[in-house]
């Protein structure tokens, strides 16, 4: 009979220890998909926060519209699309988005401190999803041969975690092109690859994919793209030639050690 209570101790302190583990497990879940849902709907307000081409056209003309001409007038007007995220925080450098996909986020530009944003919100507030950022030895201006975006892979479907569609072929043909509009100007990209890869430690020999971000020359240029071609999932038929702007955007992927998703694109 002793053993028999003694059994049954065991078995409810078991049974108390493994409620507690679910109600854990349920409460971080439940805390994770809560704060992806509140990361996305803030996300939203910034995106109603963009004036519209005719709202910053009137901010850059004489206000019935107008445009001067000439480059100035257009840099000039995709600043004045952001002037609100930009009052709220200089950081921001650019909207990235992929049509008929969720993507549709800010980028933010740090080169001073390139991962601040790794687990920061538009407030500069913890937030674990972060924003896509631009990798700090990149440059929009003067553009760097390569503009680096690195995002989140979320196991709630968000950030840059849609990235990972583009291992289906037939993904990438309905959504061919990216669109970064930056402070500095608007540009559409077509996506010339789709890599898996892996940051490679420091002392580790190796391509690097996030290597080349200005071309000394067409050699340097050329040698980066066939290492790119060599790594690619299939062939989109495109290619990049020197003088090109690429536009880099990488994710974590968790096929290997330190997986990485690459896509590749230029500028059109």
Not at 38 to 47: F, P, R, T, V
Not at 123 to 136: I, T
Not at 188 to 204: F, G, H, K, P, T
């Amino acid at each position: 009979m002793k053993k028999k209570k003694k059994r049954n101790w065991v078995l409810n302190i078991i049974l108390v220890i493994a409620i507690v583990c679910f109600l854990g497990s349920g409460g971080y879940l439940l805390k994770y998909y809560w704060d992806s849902w509140q990361a996305e709907k803030n996300i939203s307000a910034l995106e109603d926060m963009i004036l519209t081409d005719e709202e910053a056209a009137a901010q850059t003309g004489t206000g019935d519209g107008s445009l001067e001409s000439g480059e100035s007038s257009d840099r000039q007007a995709a600043s004045n699309r952001y002037a609100r995220l930009l009052e709220q925080n200089p950081d921001f450098i650019g909207w990235i988005q992929i049509e008929g996909t969720p993507i549709s986020y800010p980028v933010m530009y740090t080169p001073d401190d390139p991962e601040y944003y790794l687990h920061r919100n538009f407030d500069k507030e913890y937030e674990y999803s972060g924003l896509p950022f631009v990798d700090g030895s990149c440059s929009l201006d003067p553009r760097s041969t390569n503009v680096i975006v690195y995002g989140h892979n979320m196991k709630s479907d968000t950030m840059f975690s849609h990235l990972l569609d583009y291992q289906d072929e037939s993904f990438y043909k309905d959504h061919p092109y990216i669109t970064f509009n930056t402070i500095y100007g608007d540009a559409q990209y077509e996506i010339v690859s789709v890599i898996l890869a892996r940051a490679l430690y420091e002392d580790e020999e190796g391509f690097r994919y996030y290597g080349m971000i200005d071309a000394a020359s067409q050699e340097e240029f050329d040698e980066y793209m066939a290492n790119i071609h060599a790594m690619e999932l299939y062939d989109t038929g495109v290619d990049a030639s020197y003088g090109d702007q690429l536009l880099t955007l990488s994710t974590c992927e968790y096929s290997q050690e330190n997986g990485r998703l690459a896509i590749i694109a230029k500028k059109r």
